[in-house]
C-alpha cells in the first residue's frame, strides 16, 4: 500500500461523526499519580468509561516545548521517563500505545497558521502517559503529542488550537495536561496531605479560573499576566498553564464546562481539570 493511499484510507477512516468528542484540560500533578491508586487516578479511570472511546488522543503537555511545532509521527513512540528522584516502580513504567504517522500527517496538514514538524524522537512524556495509561490501560489507542512553541504567547497557542478542531468530529480527543496553578518553589511538602489547605493566593486564583473559564472569559485567560500578583505567583512560568489555552481553544460554542480532581496540593498546585462538551 503506498503511502498516499494509506493516508487517505485513514482521513476516510476518520469520518466525521455526529457527537463532538469532548476536551479535556487534566492537572496532571507529580509523576506518581501515574502508579498511585488514588482520587486523581481514580477520576481519569472513571472518565475513561465515561467518555465516547476516541480513535486516538492527541496530547499538548506541558513537558514537550520546542522551537517551532512538532507532532510524534512514528508507530510505537516511547515512554519518557522525564524526572529523578522517583521510586524504580516508576521508571519500569512501560505505556506501549501505538502512535499514527498517518493522523500526525492529518493534524499537521490542518495546521495552517504554521509549518508543522514531523517528529521521530520524542515520545510520550510524563504528562501524557501518567494520565492515559489510567484511562487507557490497554494500550490499544493510538497516542500522539502536539508540541508547545515556547517562542510564541498565549494568544499563538490559543489561536492555534483552534485549527485543530476538526478532529473532534473524527472521534481524537484532544487533551492538554499541565496545571493551573503550578508553583514548585513554594509547595509545602510538610502539608503536602492535607487536601483542604493551600496559600490564599492559590485558592484565590484557582477559583478566578474556574469562574473566567465558567463565565467564556477566555481573552482575560488569555492575557493572565494582567490579573494581578495572585497570577504571577500561580503561574511563574507559562509551561504549565499553556495546555489550558489549547483546550480552551477548542471549546464550540454549545460545549458545557465541568470540573473535577478540583483541590489544592502542597498550598501552590491545584490539580482543578476541565471536561469541556
Do not use: C
Not at 113 to 122: G, L, Q
Amino acid at each position: 500500500m503506498s503511502t498516499l493511499s494509506a493516508f487517505n484510507r485513514f482521513t476516510e477512516s476518520l469520518s466525521e461523526q455526529e457527537q463532538l468528542m469532548p476536551v479535556l484540560f487534566i492537572g496532571h500533578g507529580s509523576p506518581m499519580n501515574g502508579i498511585l491508586d488514588n482520587e486523581f487516578s481514580r477520576k481519569w479511570k472513571q472518565l475513561g468509561k465515561e467518555i465516547p472511546t476516541p480513535k486516538a488522543v492527541l496530547v499538548i503537555s506541558a513537558h514537550w516545548l520546542s522551537k517551532g511545532t512538532r507532532v510524534t509521527a512514528m508507530d510505537f513512540p516511547k515512554t519518557i521517563h522525564d524526572f529523578g528522584g522517583f521510586p524504580k516502580a516508576l521508571f519500569d513504567v512501560q505505556y506501549n500505545a501505538p502512535g499514527n504517522p498517518l493522523l500526525a500527517k492529518e493534524t499537521a496538514s490542518l495546521i495552517k497558521s504554521t509549518a508543522v514538524e514531523m517528529d521521530h524522537d520524542w515520545g510520550l512524556d510524563h504528562g501524557a502517559w501518567t494520565v492515559i495509561r489510567h484511562m487507557y490501560p490497554e494500550a490499544n489507542i493510538p497516542v500522539l503529542q502536539l508540541s508547545i512553541d515556547y517562542s510564541k504567547g498565549p494568544q499563538y497557542h490559543y489561536q492555534l488550537a483552534k485549527e485543530l478542531a476538526d478532529l473532534r468530529k473524527k472521534g481524537v480527543l484532544i487533551m492538554g495536561s499541565g496545571n493551573m496553578v503550578h508553583n514548585l518553589r513554594m509547595v509545602a511538602w510538610d502539608k503536602i496531605d492535607e487536601p483542604e489547605w493551600g496559600y490564599d493566593w492559590a485558592v484565590q486564583m484557582n477559583t478566578k479560573f474556574k469562574d473566567l473559564i465558567s463565565n467564556g472569559s477566555h481573552d482575560q485567560l488569555i492575557k493572565y499576566e494582567q490579573l494581578g500578583r495572585e497570577a504571577k505567583l500561580a503561574i511563574p512560568t507559562p509551561e504549565h498553564y499553556w495546555p489550558l489555552l489549547y483546550s480552551l481553544g477548542l471549546k464550540g460554542s454549545k460545549d458545557e464546562v465541568s470540573f473535577f480532581n478540583d483541590r489544592v496540593v502542597g498550598g501552590s498546585l491545584t490539580m482543578t481539570s476541565v471536561k469541556i462538551g
